[in-house]
Nanobody, 116 residues
């Protein structure tokens, strides 16, 4: 069974930082493309950052220079370091795992709230 569990969300002031973690189980983690998405009420789910099995990364324009995605294959965990947070970053953040072998899977999400 593939499981993804996000943690690290919370309430932070604008300009602050948070680090989200997503622990994966049930796959050979190293082959997965791992992504972070976010969704605010009334808005479509947005791709925030992605890291490939080879370590290549891509980011949404809105978070470039502020967020960093990384992975620790030994811990089967992907991280999202969020710096210089803005109120518009407020959303539920979801972890996603995808590979041909295991398909796509989602975590249940963790709330990030940035106050002004």
């Amino acid at each position: 069974q593939v499981q993804l569990l996000e943690s690290g969300g919370g309430l932070v002031q604008a300009g602050g930082s948070l680090r989200l973690s997503c622990a994966s189980s049930g796959t050979i983690f190293s082959i997965n493309t791992m992504s972070w998405y976010r969704q605010s009420p009334g808005k479509q789910r947005e791709l925030v950052a992605v890291i490939s099995s080879g370590g290549g990364t891509n980011y949404a324009d809105s978070v470039k220079g502020r967020f960093t995605i990384s992975r620790d294959n030994a811990k089967s965990t992907v991280y999202l370091q969020m710096n210089s947070l803005k109120p518009e970053d407020t959303a539920v953040y979801f972890c996603n795992s995808h590979s041909i072998q295991y398909g796509a899977h989602w975590g249940q999400g963790t709330q990030v709230t940035v106050s002004s």
